[in-house]
């Protein structure tokens, strides 16, 4: 039977480590390796049971077994509502990235009259070591679990929690990645989905843990980096920029452009053929307001209802937030959900490569682009240098720089080239 290694050797781990909390023997640890947290099996305890290959959301994950065909709507033709939302408590909208949607929705539930008493999410922002989702029962510990964090993060306790609670309603936040995992997880222990209130966030790449040594490195840093807040409103309100915090206090804030621009270095090479966006199989999905209306300084949060127990929860709880209509159309274009035909075709690269089967569904009528092994290539490089950030930073400074370059000649060149065909014209 297959094994996680062939998910390793395949660069396709996204570090979750669900197969840990799978495996009958006990012989999956990890290890830090080019900024990620990989499994690494101990063969003369393995028997090959194949579960935490099975259970991997990282080899490979069959769209078509939950959703039928999926299409280029990407699920949306059977959502129960899609809104902007903000939260009306002044504590959480403040203290959010957004618009406190997952907060709110958490702290209602928990504190309130329904069957979830608890949820797992991820909390602080020290990054000494990979996050951890943690199990939380009240609202007074979900302060320090807002904002983004854009990184990997171990979900084995959580999934080692599910397995030995199996009757216990819990609520669950993660990415789209973190929801594969847990589907394949009730399928293999035959658990109940409507055990597991899934609130799903969109997600657009997640980064390895290079990218917090990247910005420890930055030069006004001098006293080492205690808290790195990816997007904060602090930080001159929404969209937010970074903000770092030195062991002495001092605080730099940095412009979200600074984030951006390392994004293509440290993400996980899975993020290249993930589809999943907007968190198709979550009950609510969450994610920032783009759409450029009902948003301001406070920021506002772009929800979907896709499941009638969604449905059912946000009834319960609408009256704790400002919402306004939105529309699938609004949400397909502010989030580029177009774009991921790009890792549609990302995917059927890396199929040829390893031999099997990605996404598990076929975009009919979608053309491919020409140029999508040149741009697939350019990706892989970019990656390769960030996961060598740790032996080689330079190497990545360098690479900015270039685009950095070559991006301000093109502008040049193109104010060039209409002020010469402008002055052609006029004479």
């Not at 929800?303 to 699938?328: A, C, N, Q």
Request: glycine share 8%.
């Amino acid at each position: 039977m297959d094994t996680v290694s062939f998910t390793r050797q395949n660069n396709l781990c996204i570090s979750c480590g669900i197969c840990a909390a799978v495996c009958p023997e006990k012989c999956i640890t990890f290890q830090d390796f080019n900024g990620m947290r990989l499994p690494a099996i101990n063969d003369s305890d393995c028997v090959h049971c194949g579960k935490c290959f099975n259970v991997c959301p990282g080899k490979g994950f069959n769209y078509s077994k939950y959703s039928g065909e999926l299409n280029l709507d990407f699920n949306f033709h059977d959502v129960k509502g899609i809104y902007t939302v903000r939260s009306k408590n002044e504590s959480i909208l403040k203290n959010a990235v957004s618009g406190g949607a997952v907060t709110e929705i958490i702290s209602g539930l928990i504190d309130g009259n329904s069957e979830y008493k608890s949820a797992f999410v991820v909390r602080g922002h020290d990054y000494a070591d990979v996050p951890c989702s943690e199990i939380v029962s009240s609202a007074s510990e979900l302060y320090d679990s807002q904002k983004s964090r854009y990184v990997i993060i171990s979900h084995q306790k959580c999934a080692e929690y599910i397995i030995s609670h199996p009757e216990q309603k819990i609520i669950l936040v993660g990415t789209g990645c973190f929801v594969h995992g847990i589907m394949n997880l009730i399928l293999m222990y035959g658990l109940k989905r409507e055990n597991y209130f899934i609130i799903g966030l969109f997600c657009d790449r997640t980064m390895s843990m290079n990218v917090i040594r990247y910005f420890k490195n930055h030069r006004a840093l001098t006293s080492g980096l205690k808290e790195l807040y990816f997007r904060t409103k602090d930080s001159g309100g929404w969209p937010g920029g970074m903000r770092l915090v030195g062991n002495d206090g001092n605080i730099i804030d940095l412009p979200n452009s600074e984030r951006m621009k390392v994004k293509d270095y440290f993400q996980p090479e899975r993020c290249l053929y993930c589809l999943d966006k907007l968190n198709i199989f979550a009950d609510i999905s969450a994610g920032d307001n783009y759409t450029g209306r009902n948003g301001g300084v406070e920021g506002s949060s772009s929800i979907i209802i896709r499941t009638d127990e969604g449905l059912r929860v946000w009834k319960e709880l609408s009256d704790r937030f400002e919402v306004h209509e939105s529309d699938r159309n609004e949400i397909i274009t502010s989030q580029k959900l177009k774009k991921r035909q790009e890792n549609y075709f990302f995917s059927k690269l890396k199929e040829k490569e390893t031999g099997r089967e990605i996404n598990g569904i076929n975009f009919g009528g979608v053309k491919q682009n020409r140029n999508i092994l040149k741009e697939y290539r350019k990706r892989i490089y970019a990656l390769r240098l960030g996961s060598h950030y740790a032996e080689n930073p330079a190497a990545v400074i360098r690479d900015i720089r270039i685009k950095k370059a070559i991006s301000a000649f093109k502008r040049l060149s193109k104010k060039m080239f209409k002020a010469i065909f402008r002055k052609g014209q006029s004479s």
